[in-house]
Structure formats: C-alpha cells, structure tokens
C-alpha cells in the first residue's frame, strides 16, 4: 500500500481502487472524459460533475499554443483557469506533435513542430513538457514519450522505445529537480503533482517488454500504455494489454491511454487497467452517435424519424429521461448546438455508468459475467446490424 | 378583468401582470427565449428553467419544414415533441416568408415561397398559418401578416395594412372554425389555444391607426406590434410603440414582435409593452458579446485576455458566478461549443433577470427610477467607449 492508490478488490485480473490526487480521490476504474482546450466539448463543468465526472483530462500541446501555460499559470493553474476543482490529467503533448506529421522535426534534444493555428515555432522536450505540466498544475502529468505510427517494423519501435527510454530519465529528473526545489523558475499551481511513465513498443510483445523494463528502471510514480488505439485490430490491442499490464506494478494504477469503445473499456479492465480517457463519447455524439447497452444509434437515419423512444430505453442520463430519438434526429439533422450538448450527456453518461457498472461488478466478484452480458448485447447489435 | 390576462399592478404606463395560458402562468412583463427550430440555441430546457424562462417561442416557418407541423402533431405537439412543458408562442412564419425576397411571391391568396433548404415549393396562406399551429399545439399562436421592409412609402404601407387586415379576418374566422369543430381534420395539440392579431403600419402613425382600427373590428384574443426592429432608429420605434400600444385594450397583454436591446426592452415596458422576444441574448452569445449591467462585453478583445472579473460582476447567472472573462475569451477564441452555451446563459439570464427587475419596480411603484438607473448605466458605457 501507497498514498496514490490502493486495491480494494480483485476480480480475476480486474481490480476495483482508490486513487488519492491532489485534487481528490478517484474511484476506479475510472474513465476520464476528454477536455482538450480546458473544456469538455459542449457541456458545462456542472454537468460533467452531475455526470459522476471523477477527473478530467486537459491537453498539453493545445494549451501551451492557446491561451499559454504561463498565462494559465498567473490565471493560478488550469483548475483555477477553467473552474474544474477535481482531479486534471494532462498529456505530455507528445501524441499531438507526432501527429503533426511533416509539421515537425524529431531530434534527440525533442521535438520542434510549427503551431497549427499560426504556423509559429515551437520546442518540446522532455523537460519543457514537465515546465508545461508544472505551470497547468494538473494532478497528473505525463512523461513526453515518441509515439510512432502503426504499424511499425521491429527497427522502427526499437528506435523509439529507446529514444523514449532517454526521454523518460530526462523527464522524470525534471520533475525530481522541480519536487526537491533545486528548479525555482517554473510556477507549480499543484506541488504534490504526480507524474506517469509511459509504456512503448507498438504491437512487438518484446518490444513492449523492453519498454516496461527500462521505464520501471527509471521510476515513475505511475504507468501508462500508449501507443495503441492507433490502427491495430482490437484482439492485438486487448493482447498487448495483458502481456504490458501484467508486468506492471500490482500496487500503482494502470492507465491505458486514448482508448477506447465501450467494449475496449470492458476487455482492458479484465486484463487489469485502472483508467482510461477517450475523445470517442463526446466526437461520435457530435457526429450524431449514440452509445447504448444494444450497440451504437446513427441518429440520422431516416428510421428514427418518428421515433419517440429515448435513445437507450434503460438509461437514466438527462438525454434519456426528456428527450427522444424523433427530437434528437430532429436537431442533429438542424444543425442544432443543443443537438451536441444532448448527445455529449448521453455518451457521456453512458462511458461513466459502464464503469459504474464495472466497479460494483468487481466489489460483487461478478466482473466476468458483467462483462459477458455486456459483450452479448454489444455484439447482438452489430450481427443484427449486419444481417439487415 | 378575463381570463387570460390580469394586470396586477400599474406604474405610468408601464403594467405588471399575469398571462394565464394552457400551459402555465406567465408572469408580465415577460421575455421570451427565441427557440427557432424546437430548441433555443445552446441551452437545455432544464437549463432554460433554471434560467426562470416562463414561455419560449417556436417558429412556424421552420418547423412546417423541418420536421413538419405534421410529424410534431403525430409526436402529440410541439410541447410533446421538444419536451417542454411551459407555455411557448408561435409565430405565423409571415416575417421569415417575406424575408425571403426573391424565393417567395405575394399574392391576394397568401405566400408562395421556396424552401431555403431544398428549394421545395409551399403556400403559406392565412388559413395555413392557422392550421399549422393548430398542429403545432402552441399556447399562442400568431395571425399571418405581411410585414413590408423599412422605409416604405406610406402607399407600401398602406397596401400592406390594408392586406394584412383582410388576411386577419381569414386567419380569424379560420381560428374560430377550428375553435368551434367545423373544421374535423385538425388535429389540435392545445385546444385552449389564444390567438393574437398584428398590428402594422410601419413607422407611419396615420398607418398605424388605421392597422389598430381594422384589427379590433376583427376581435383576437390580444394584440401584438409587429413591423418594428426592423432597422428604423430606437427613438422613432419608441414613438409608434408608445401611439399605438396606447390604443390597444387595456385588458388584454401587448406583444412587441422581435425586439430589441435591453434599454429598448426598459424603454418599450415604460410604454405599455408586456411581451418582448428578439434573438439578440443568443445570437450575441454566439459572436461573443456579452450583456452586462455596464454594457456589452465583446469577450474577443485582448483586454480580457488576462482578466479574471467575471462578464458582470454583479451577475448571479451560471456563468458569471464559475468563470472568468479570460476563459471565457479562450473559449470563444478557440471556437469551443461551450462557449456558445456559457455566453447564451449569461445574456439569457441577464435578459430574464432584467425583466425581473422591472416587474418588482412596477410593484414597488418605482420603475421610473429603475429605468432612469437603469439607462444611464448602459448610457455611461457607451459614452466611455466613444471616448476611448
């Protein structure tokens, strides 16, 4: 047992927690809804509160460019910046500036990219991104880590698990040297931040085991897997999972970055991840997609016309309990903001009462057969779906 | 005294009273939020209640064509259909038709027009305009009018009034047909619907006498001003509201159409007005301006870059009391979908918290004072602005 987490039940590899932020303590499994720009698309922080939102994630890259960290700094850190009083996980920003493609210019020293709102310069390094972190004041901060694209030879991964491996030292000498007060220039809005390594090596199982060996070497306070839901097929994901997640510390939670669906959320937790954070729920609700126990609704289409059932008939979200499907057709197809705003709650609602349910399945000893059900259901939909 | 409507108390001409409609109680004078399409722009209905929205207004023009009046009375009526359980007035579609120009054709019979999202033709027709918010099921549904651009010559106008007047009489009789079941194929959400007349006229008062006259000797239910706010100077409006709302009976509430600002709202109430509606809280919201007790706020300006007052330091909206002009800036700079609803909540809240103010002055017999204050707040703002 530690001060940042503790195992309050096990379920096979499942394990139901307690994680203690600065902010406040986190009941996991937890997903964490995505608020990139220092705001979860189309809903307001007391919805996300009503919600059951434990702790949110802030993005580094899109933050530094706009507005600044320094000025979010003098704002007081981001939690006073944006009025969230929760736990906040920010990024490391390495997953955007990888993405920016033949905007930017991988180095030992970092990466330099040119910004996508203005075209400006800008360095990331191993130890900017702690500064960056530093000033947001987030409860957790990540370790800036190379994020090459799927799929990727065995050399390709290689050079990046070990370039990443000399990042990891770096980055978590800076945040040592930030902690011991020997660094006094950057602005810390949260001190007792915590900081999580980061977990490469693609689809390469020895990879990934290269990866853990050398960022368990350096230390960090935490783990995380990246570097997946980036192509792979879901059965080579839910694989690498358990071989990674297996290695890492029992007694220190497991984050598994940027996924999933709601059926990647429900295999991970079974191969022993504690958190999870995803765009999916609030983009799919803006595109008009509504996650429900029978699979995904496409609320455009021309049969929901004169639908006046809610969009999942069993949940209890706002959306559901005031609204129906002919409605929310009718805004999505309008153009409507509240269109956003009504699909945002519901997916929402439904990634965060998943893990609900997840976390009393666990406490009852019952995880597996919770998530037979939910797979069942999930799948019926999809063969259904095909068949038509 | 009726049963619609009970003036409570008077100041000058200013009135306080009470509107009692299918739906609910509404208390006068009132603010209406403009929901468009079945829903006002980036707020929930649970948020609107919160707001104290007592009556929003639906718009017949676009509803007949998306989803249709038709679809809205199988889903039971618009009430039904947005999941809003309050009273809501309808407009007859005759401003949007004629905004139309060149994709519409007046003639004796009604309007023909094509729709701005297909092309598609359709009549709207004083009989129609009936028949759709019959099908609608609105608390209060509008006659058809003919609302002529500003300036028009008093031969324009006089046209257009004396049209409007004949179309009163069909929309009437139509009224009273469906009121009294020879008309069987109808269906009628809200069977207690009030129907209101239109005054027109322009900015000619000789016009305006003649529109009072002709639509009192038709009989509606109340009376509204329409054909103003559209682009002639506030004091010449304030002048023709003030001749006209004089002559409209002193039992029945008094509806001016689409307006205004909220010194026009204070200006308009000290002149016999009960009923305001106007798009500007929302749509403002959306380009960023924001209404305060000192003026409107343009929350893009670099000056707020850094300011951590809230809009109105004075305001106890949502917004005002959890965030600061610089997020709010960042929000809007960075074109976040929050922002559209944080910036409506606040200007819907300072619209409703205005006419809270002016419905207390009235009772307490100092809405002179209350007006006087009220102007020379957003008076001095402007003033200091010139000068800068």
Redesign the interface.
């Given at each position: 047992m530690n001060s940042l987490f503790t195992v309050t039940h096990r379920d096979g590899a499942a394990r139901r927690g307690q994680l203690r932020l600065p902010h406040g303590i986190v009941e996991t499994p937890v997903f964490m809804p995505v608020g990139t720009?220092?705001?979860?698309?189309?809903?307001?922080?007391?919805q996300l509160e009503s919600l059951g939102a434990e702790i949110i994630l802030g993005n580094t890259y899109?933050l530094h460019l706009?507005?600044g960290d320094e000025?979010i700094a003098?704002?007081g850190g981001l939690h006073n910046?944006?009025?969230w009083s929760r736990p906040i996980l920010t990024d490391s920003g390495g997953y955007q500036v990888f993405s920016l493609a033949d905007r930017r210019k991988i180095s030992e020293d970092g990466v330099v990219f040119r910004s996508h709102l203005d075209g400006s310069a800008h360095t990331l390094t191993p130890e900017s991104a702690v500064d960056i972190q530093a000033r947001l004041g987030s409860d957790i901060l990540m370790m800036f880590d190379e994020c090459p694209p799927w799929p990727g030879t065995e050399d390709v991964i290689r050079d990046a698990v070990d370039r990443t491996l000399r990042w990891a030292q770096r980055g978590r000498d800076r945040m040592l040297a930030l902690r011991s007060g020997a660094v006094t220039d950057v602005p810390r809005a949260t001190p007792d931040q915590v900081q999580f390594g980061i977990i490469q090596g693609g689809t390469h199982l020895a990879m990934r085991d290269r990866s853990v060996k050398g960022t368990l070497a350096v230390g960090f306070d935490a783990y995380a897997i990246g570097g997946l839901s980036v192509g792979e097929p879901a059965p080579t994901m839910y694989d690498v999972v358990a071989h990674t997640a297996a290695q890492l510390p029992e007694d220190r939670p497991r984050y598994l970055m940027g996924t999933g669906t709601p059926t990647d959320l429900v295999e991970s937790v079974a191969r022993g991840i504690d958190m999870f954070d995803c765009v999916l729920p609030t983009r799919n609700a803006?595109n008009g997609q509504l996650f429900t126990r029978d699979g995904v609704i496409v609320i455009k289409n021309a049969r929901y016309?004169?639908d006046?059932l809610p969009p999942d008939p069993e949940c209890s979200c706002?959306t559901c309990t005031?609204?129906?499907r002919?409605?929310l057709?009718?805004?999505f197809?309008?153009g409507?903001?509240?269109?956003?705003?009504?699909n945002s709650?519901h997916n929402l609602h439904f990634y965060l009462d998943t893990m609900r349910g997840i976390r009393k399945a666990i406490e009852f000893g019952n995880f597996d057969s919770f998530r037979l059900d939910f797979l069942r259901r999930q799948e019926t939909f999809r063969q259904k779906k095909e068949a038509q």
């Open positions: 720009r220092a705001a979860v698309k189309g809903v307001t922080n007391e899109h706009r507005p000025l003098r704002a910046f944006m009025g803006r016309a004169e006046l706002y005031h609204h129906s002919a409605y057709r009718h805004l197809m309008s409507e903001i509240t269109s956003a705003t009504l709650l």
